[in-house]
């Protein structure tokens, strides 16, 4: 299989898990289960931490050595910079989070099917660029990223995207819209994932000295939407301990996955 074809499955491989997640409103009646519902948005949290640490951050810091920089340095400015560009976004972008009916961003008229989109599309957005800029790394020859290591975030971001699709499109069905809707509104909201992973890959492309700050970048934007939404959904109401729970077994996979096969 030639590198190019490498590139693009590793590159469509969250979109594929977001895509089959949607899916799941063809195959259940109803909402998903509360204590569900925590599990998975818990597991979904616990892969964004250990894929920020593990196969964004430390990379950085290990490039950053190698290329005689002060270790720390690149990886504390990106992972601060990747915080206030997710900030930056939540500020100007019109959006609302399923938890909340408090809207955020500027008052713009648009649906609240709409906004609840821009919310999950935003957030999207920098696991497409980990992803985008972790092939990047490989493509520019850097020893510290392997095609095994760069399938395996691709993965683990798959896999987290799974339950986040049909977290969208289920609730949609409920509220009366057709199955074939909510099934394109769970699909569209990860189609930024691809984009933004082609777009980094492009970027990343000619300066490669930078892949230090780009990792810790996208980690930085990662964690920003794991403060920001995922905690807080899952501590809201009951059940919170079921969403701690689901927050181990997605860490805990995530870097087992990252140790055992990066």
């Known amino acids: 299989m030639s590198e190019h074809m490498k590139l693009f499955l590793g590159i469509m491989l969250p979109f594929v898990g977001t895509t089959l997640g949607a899916a799941m409103v063809y195959l259940l009646k109803n909402e998903i289960n509360l204590k569900l519902n925590k599990f998975l948005v818990g597991f979904a949290a616990g892969v964004m931490i250990a894929a920020s640490v593990w196969s964004l ?82 493509l520019s020859g850097q020893s510290h990223i392997t095609w095994t290591s760069a399938f395996v975030l691709a993965l683990g971001i798959a896999i987290q995207n799974f339950p986040e699709g049909a977290i969208i499109s289920m609730p949609l069905r409920t509220e009366g819209h057709s199955k074939t809707k909510a099934f394109l509104y769970g699909t569209a909201s990860g189609a ?65 996955l990252d140790v055992a096969l990066g």
């Open 192 to 256: 930024v994932e691809p984009l933004a992973a082609f777009i980094t890959v492009l970027f990343t492309g000619f300066i490669t000295p930078a892949l230090p700050y780009l990792l810790a970048f996208a980690a930085g934007a990662m964690i920003y939407v794991v403060v920001e939404e995922l905690i807080p959904d899952v501590q809201s109401d009951v059940h919170s301990n079921i969403g701690t729970i689901g927050v181990a077994f997605g860490f805990t996979v995530m870097m087992v």
């Open 57 to 138: 951050l430390i990379p950085a810091i290990e490039m950053s050595q190698a290329q005689g920089k002060i270790a720390w340095l690149p990886a504390a400015a990106g992972f601060l910079l990747g915080i206030g560009f997710l900030l930056l976004m939540d500020t100007v972008v019109p959006h609302m989070h399923q938890i909340s009916e408090e809207e955020e961003g500027p008052d713009v008229r648009i649906s609240k099917d709409s906004k609840l989109f821009l919310a999950v599309t935003l957030h999207n957005i920098p696991e497409g660029m980990a992803v985008g800029v972790v092939f990047a790394g490989l």
